[in-house]
Structures are given as C-alpha cells and as structure tokens.
C-alpha cells in the first residue's frame, strides 16, 4: 500500500497568512494527488484534483504543487471560512489511501 | 445536480450486519464508479472499495475482505454496502461518494451515516 505523509499534523495561523501544506508519497504516484478539506460534521470537499486542478467553484486563492512523491497545497491569503483539516489522497493506485490530515486552527 | 443521499444513523451489537444505502440523482447512475469511505470519530479518512455499478465489478480494500459486500440496483440508482461481524472498531461515519468525469477523485460525497456499534 501507498503511505501518505502529511506535514504537519496541525498548525495555528492568522487570517491573510499565507500557508503550505504537504503531502509525501511512499512511492511515486505521478500526478494523482487530491486535496480535500473537511469542517466538523461535514462530507469532505474536494480542492484539487491531479495534484494542481482546482475544483469548480474553489477559490483561487487554493492552489497545488508536484509531482512524484512530494506535493504541496497552498492557500495565498487564509480567510475565517478555511480553518478546517485537510486531506491529501492518493489515486494512482488501489488501495486509495488518505494522509492524516492537517488541522488549520485560528491563533 | 448531483446528489447522494444516505440512509439514516444505525445502531447495532457486535457481531451484528449493517447495510448502508446511497441513493443518487442527477447524473447517469451507470455511468460513474461509486466509492465508500469511512472515518472513526476524531479520526482519519479511510477508503473501503469502490464498485462500477454498470457491471456490477468491485475492488475491495484487503483490510476488509471477506467482510464488506459492495452493490447497486441500476434500476433506482442505489449503491449500497453490507459489512459484516462488526466490531467497536467500526463505529464510524459512513460515505458514499462519487468520482469526477476524469478521473478517481471525489467532487461528490453523500452526507455521511454514522454507524455505532456497541453492546
């Protein structure tokens, strides 16, 4: 199976801060990364699709990087709506597999 | 638009069955893979297996072969997921969701059934 890494695990950050996320692969996965952000009590939304797709209706202020192994996400300027956990996917291959998340908490 | 509705919160005993339905519209029901996803409380996302509800094939996660059973009824556009000798381990919260017109990603995601699982 695919391990998936995310870094880090939770962080505090201001609104307008700009922020990275990122995601290690186990092996390469190409492009088929996707990023999904999930609000307490909700479905998970999609963000970005093979790896720097950004979803209909996402914000550009959303953005992803890479390929291979290491992939980032990339929010330019943090609004209220975005503290929430991140996710990155793998779909290159089956199993499908999750990294931890990232919790985005208000300082 | 697209919609994935799923039936409502179960609570079952060890041991015990639960099957979890997911109703779509708005879309080709045969036309897209379904996959079901599940997440422990304060936990991560966890994929369980997918199903082409045009054949009927599916792809199961190793971790719950021989337990999970994935299905759809073309006929009322219906996924469904039976698991099975449930365990605390399974308390978790249940979704159904569908993959984008170019590849496996999920722009759709069904509300979520919480299933617990207690003695």
């Known amino acids: 199976d695919i391990q998936m890494t995310q870094s880090p695990s939770s962080l505090s950050a201001s609104v307008g801060d700009r922020l990275t996320i990122t995601c290690r692969a186990s092996?390469?996965?190409?492009?088929?990364l996707n990023w999904y952000q999930q609000k307490p009590g909700k479905a998970p939304k999609l963000l970005i699709y093979v790896a720097s797709s950004l979803q209909t209706g996402v914000p550009s202020r959303f953005s992803g990087s890479g390929s291979g192994t290491d992939f980032t996400l990339t929010i330019s300027s943090l609004q209220p709506e975005d503290f929430a956990t991140y996710y990155c996917q793998q779909s290159y291959s089956t199993p499908l597999t999750f990294g931890q998340g990232t919790k985005v908490e208000i300082k | 638009q697209v919609q994935l509705v799923q039936s409502g919160a179960e609570v079952k005993k060890p041991g015990a069955s639960v099957k979890v339905s997911c109703k779509a519209s708005g879309y080709s029901f045969s036309g897209f893979h379904m996959h079901w996803v599940r997440q422990a409380p304060g936990q991560g996302l966890e994929w369980m297996g997918r199903?082409?509800?045009?054949?009927?094939?599916?792809d199961y996660a190793q971790k719950f072969q021989g337990r999970v059973t994935m299905t759809s009824d073309t006929s009322i556009s219906t996924a469904y997921m039976e698991l099975s000798r449930l365990t605390s381990d399974d308390t978790a919260v249940y979704y159904c969701?569908?993959?984008?017109?170019?590849?496996?990603?999920?722009?759709?995601w069904g509300q979520g059934m919480l299933v617990s699982v207690s003695s």
């Open positions: 092996q390469s996965i190409s492009n088929y």
């Open positions: 199903i082409n509800p045009s054949s009927g094939g599916t």
């Open positions: 969701a569908r993959v984008g017109g170019g590849g496996t990603y999920y722009p759709h």
